[in-house]
């Protein structure tokens, strides 16, 4: 397989995984699929920005003085 292959077959897999992990009856639009991947961006940073404040440094996604997301 070549890279491009790989990386379809991952995305695909992903996709399967995300139907099956959320139990998403019916089929999964692009909206949806964005939807849910922004959703898990913001878990991320939220969990980014609270282990910030709790070790007191800073990861370069939020700015020292307010601990505000920078975007």
């Known amino acids: 397989m070549t890279?491009?292959?790989h990386r379809i077959s991952?995305?695909?897999q992903y996709g399967?995984?995300?139907v099956h992990h959320f139990a998403i009856d019916g089929p999964l639009?692009?909206?949806g699929?964005?939807?849910i991947l922004e959703t898990i961006k913001k878990g991320i940073g939220e969990c980014?920005?609270?282990a910030e404040k709790k070790y007191?440094?800073?990861s370069g996604n939020t700015?020292?003085?307010d601990n505000k997301r920078v975007n």
Do not use: G, M
């Open 3 to 5: 890279f491009w292959e």
């Open 10 to 12: 991952d995305i695909i």
């Open 16 to 18: 399967h995984s995300i």
């Open 29 to 31: 639009t692009k909206e």
């Open 33 to 35: 699929y964005i939807h």
């Open 48 to 50: 980014i920005l609270s």
């Open 56 to 58: 007191n440094f800073n």
């Open 63 to 65: 700015t020292k003085s």
